[in-house]
């Protein structure tokens, strides 16, 4: 069964202290793994989008990055605009499945 | 500026109606798609279509009910027959949901109150 599991639900940062957001996934045929950010109440946005083990993306403070069954988002020096729910997703043929999300709060 | 238009933002219901939301997109893609989101989960997947008069359930299409009149069109009608209807509702779109060279466009949302 396609599964994205990602963690942790919440992390709280000082300004310019760096981390990673996790995305474990299990994919019968990956044909895309994406990453976007969520603000309260909105749509989510398009941020990254990986296809195969090795590839990175950045992306001003945010990089990207995959292997086989996991995917980190590393987010170096935040500030506190980067504070949203960032959701990992994969494509699996004809449907788009999603994590449940990380909720990041970056405090000044 | 291209793009996808939910309506209403805010909806509330009472218990027994049906409830029809809005999506509209401007991005000529083929393939679109319906997510509810509720908090502290992640967006699950009620319809989709990847053409013009065809759709298929998701994994929680039971008490919804969509039709693809047009390429630009998706609207999801919430039945009374859906137990728990309140939450944050996603349309998207994309190219083609047949290849993998995909990015989802999402619209605004549309946030359903059961009254």
């Known amino acids: 069964e396609d599964q994205v599991t990602q963690s942790p639900e919440a992390l709280r940062l000082q300004e310019g202290e760096s981390s990673s957001l996790n995305c474990s996934y299990t994919?019968?045929?990956?044909?895309?793994l994406f990453w976007y950010r969520q603000d309260p109440g909105k749509g989510p946005e398009f941020l990254f989008t990986?296809?195969?083990a090795g590839e990175e993306k950045e992306k001003e403070r945010l990089k990207a990055t995959l292997t086989k069954k996991e995917s980190f988002l590393h987010i170096t020096a935040p500030k506190p605009e980067d504070s949203a729910t960032y959701l990992c997703?994969?494509?699996?043929?004809?449907?788009?499945?999603f994590g449940s999300g990380t909720k990041l709060n970056v405090k000044p | 500026d291209g793009g996808i238009t939910q309506s209403p933002k805010y909806l509330f219901r009472k218990e027994g109606q049906n409830v029809t939301l809005s999506c509209e997109q401007n991005?000529?893609?083929?393939?679109m798609y319906w997510y509810r989101q509720d908090p502290g989960q992640g967006l699950r997947l009620i319809y989709y279509?990847?053409?013009?008069?065809?759709?298929q359930k998701g994994d929680i299409a039971e008490g919804y009910s969509v039709s693809r009149e047009k390429k630009e069109s998706f609207p999801l009608t919430v039945t009374s027959a859906q137990k728990n209807p309140t939450a944050f509702y996603l349309c998207?779109?994309?190219?083609?949901?047949?290849?993998?060279?995909?990015?989802?466009?999402f619209g605004a949302g549309s946030r359903l109150t059961v009254l």
């Open positions: 279509s990847q053409i013009v008069n065809d759709f």
């Open positions: 991005l000529n893609h083929d393939a």
């Open positions: 994919v019968s045929g990956l044909r895309g």
């Open positions: 998207a779109s994309s190219i083609s949901g047949a290849t993998g060279a995909n990015v989802l466009t």
């Open positions: 997703g994969l494509n699996n043929f004809n449907k788009f499945y």
């Open positions: 990986l296809y195969s």
